[in-house]
């Protein structure tokens, strides 16, 4: 694991010395979000955010702020940065009841899907969330969405006192999202994730109702913090019209180990001879072809249609109804184990962390 040493900000609140603790990473983002002397939105630093969100001071819960050395628009987010992010929950999780992400919404979805995957065992809340518009500006939803990502973290069930959302999840809005089943869809609105084909965890209004049938359940196991990603994946969208040489060149990248293939309806993909032949080369190769679905709800089956049976019979791995996010960020993770071909192939088509719906 990485060895780190970073600062811990404590926050004034107005919390009993028996209240939750929570950790707050701070890693940039809209909601943190300034303008500079050219007009320019630039994070700044969380004590300058917290001036203009004068709620927190009193939230029932104890707070500490962690924030990387340098802040990052989420759109450079690298798994290098998932993997600090894991590193530093597993150096501090003994330490603290729940965990608070605030991040960039346009990479969201892939980072909770990374720590889903980085943090197996996990027994303690790890909420995402962030904002459409950065605090301090008029019609804000950064602090509607802090405290309550805050209050989910710290959510214990009413009658047995556990870890009500024992995962990584994603808070935004008004609905809490597992982390491998997150999707960015709006950039416009706030209601900017959707839960794609899995129910949200809990729904925010006047109180926070949890769908606990839904939520995953506390493990058996001990935390463990993974760090080895595999970075060396690709994704193909096909589209119609696509080239051999458009789909040799993105098969053909050299040390190429995996790559997401975004096909049609429920796992459809061209049955030209070159296309196949494309494919087939690849999977020779060693590489592992993850059949994952356009659309954003319903699931791969291969063999259903005519064109997508040839795929099965070429070792291409169905992804049932994993998301475009979490079928990168799984493939990364799974490669990083270093299992050999076949156990790796049997890990990509389970379900790891949620990901995938019962069939």
């Known amino acids: 694991m990485l060895a780190l040493d970073l600062p811990l900000l404590s926050l004034p609140t107005a919390a009993a010395a028996d209240a939750r603790r929570l950790l707050v ?9 300034a303008a500079n002397r050219r007009n320019e939105l630039v994070p700044m630093r969380f004590e300058k955010m917290a ?13 500490a702020l962690l924030a990387p050395p340098q802040l990052i628009d989420s759109s450079n987010v690298t798994p290098a940065d998932w993997r600090l992010l894991a590193a530093l929950i597993g150096q501090h999780y003994a330490d603290f009841d729940g965990f608070v992400v605030l991040h960039g919404t346009d990479t969201m979805a892939y980072s909770a899907g990374a720590l889903s995957y980085l943090l197996e065992h996990l027994g303690k809340p790890v909420v995402f969330t962030g904002a459409q518009v950065p605090v301090g500006r ?3 939803d950064a602090a509607r969405n802090l405290l309550t990502a805050l209050d989910v973290a710290a959510a214990c069930h009413p009658l047995a006192h556990t870890v009500r959302v024992p995962e990584v999840s994603l808070f935004f809005n008004d609905i809490l999202i597992r982390g491998t089943r997150a999707r960015k869809v709006e950039s416009q609105q706030f209601a900017a994730f959707k839960s794609e084909n899995y129910p949200p965890l809990a729904r925010a209004g006047i109180s926070l109702e949890f769908d606990d049938k839904n939520i995953r359940p506390l493990p058996a196991a001990p935390l463990h913090v993974h760090q080895h990603l595999d970075e060396r994946v690709a994704v193909l969208r096909l589209f119609p019209g696509i080239t051999e040489a458009v789909v040799a060149a993105v098969l053909g990248v050299p040390g190429l180990r995996g790559c997401v293939l975004e096909t049609y309806g429920s796992g459809d993909a061209p049955t030209a001879p070159w296309f196949l032949r494309c494919l087939e080369s690849a999977v020779g190769r060693g590489v592992l072809l993850l059949n994952v679905s356009q659309c954003e709800e319903g699931r791969v089956v291969q063999g259903h249609y005519e064109t997508s049976a040839r795929l099965a019979e070429l070792g291409v791995v169905g992804g049932d109804d994993i998301t475009p996010e979490a079928a ?4 990364m993770y799974v490669l990083g184990l270093g299992f050999d071909e076949a156990t790796t192939r049997h890990l990509l088509a389970c379900d790891l962390r949620g990901e995938i719906s019962p069939a």
């Open 25 to 33: 990473l701070y890693t940039g983002g809209t909601i943190g979000m």
């Open 51 to 63: 001036k203009q969100m004068p709620e927190l001071r009193r939230v029932p819960h104890q707070l």
């Open 138 to 140: 008029p019609r804000s």
């Open 328 to 331: 990168v960020t799984k493939l």
